[in-house]
């Protein structure tokens, strides 16, 4: 029997009651716990370089998410896809052990070219990232089966489905996959969204809250972490 069955059936009621019953959390409330996670100055440079080359980073409350859950599965081997100029990447080597590597996936060698900068500019040595150019899924069909603790999706939304299932393949029982976007910029819920980003967010997020394998939690941090551990 499926652990979660109860779920297909309630969940809808379920999240509309329990909606009600929390109330929507105040702008004021949603900026206050993202100011919590305070950035230093090589995360603001990260930042700031991001938007230079156009590029949008995790915000620093989904950011202190990354460290999070990397530090609570005290994580060794890390794999990151959409490496962008870095800022995520910091955030998760905080989290992970000191003798952890984050190999992180990115397209644009350009975007990799400052993330290795900031990664320096951090404090951390080039043997704690393994750095690949390359589309996550010419990538990711390379990288050792079952052997990772975390895996992060911060890439294009239309292949979250594909990254997921790869995940699935990476990680070892009790390790995490992470899907940043998942609230897609407040459409998710929206049903007249109907755009490719948005039904394919929506469908990774109804199927991994419907598969066996893994055990999920909607974080609304940031643009939303879908956060699920493989189970
Ligand atoms: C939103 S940015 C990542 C930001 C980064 N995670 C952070 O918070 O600092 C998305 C990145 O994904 C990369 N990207 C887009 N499509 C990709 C693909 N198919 N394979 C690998 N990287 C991709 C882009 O070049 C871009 O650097």
Redesign the pocket.
């Known amino acids: 029997m499926h652990r979660f069955s109860f779920r297909a059936s309630f969940t809808e009621v379920v999240i509309v009651t329990a909606a009600r019953q929390v109330g929507t959390p105040s702008a004021q409330s949603m900026q206050f716990a993202e100011a919590y996670a305070a950035e230093d100055i090589v995360l603001q440079t ?2 700031n370089l ?1 938007l230079e080359v156009g ?4 915000t620093p409350g ?2 202190s998410v990354l460290a999070l859950l990397a530090a609570a599965g005290n994580a060794k081997a890390v794999v ?12 998760l080597l905080r989290g992970m052990r000191p003798d952890g590597v984050l190999t992180t ?4 060698n350009e ?2 070219r400052i ?1 290795r900068r900031i990664f320096q500019e951090a404090g951390f040595a080039p043997s704690r990232t393994r750095i690949i150019t ?6 990711l069909p390379r990288l050792a089966d079952g052997v990772y603790d975390l895996v ?1 999706v ?3 939304a239309t ?1 979250f489905g594909a990254c997921a299932e790869a995940a699935l393949r990476l990680l070892r029982p009790g390790g995490i996959l992470i899907v ?2 998942a609230l897609a910029g407040g459409r998710i819920s929206d049903p007249a969204a109907r755009d490719a980003d948005t039904i394919t967010i929506r469908e990774t997020v109804k199927a991994i809250r419907e598969a066996e394998h893994w055990i999920p939690a909607l974080i609304p941090a940031g643009a939303g972490l879908l956060a699920a551990v493989k189970c």
């Open positions: 990260a930042r991001a590029l949008s980073s995790v989904a950011g990151e896809i959409g490496t962008g100029t870095g800022v995520s990447g910091v955030w996936i990115d397209v644009e975007h990799q993330a390359g589309r996550a899924l010419d990538v992060f911060d890439s294009d292949e940043n976007g």
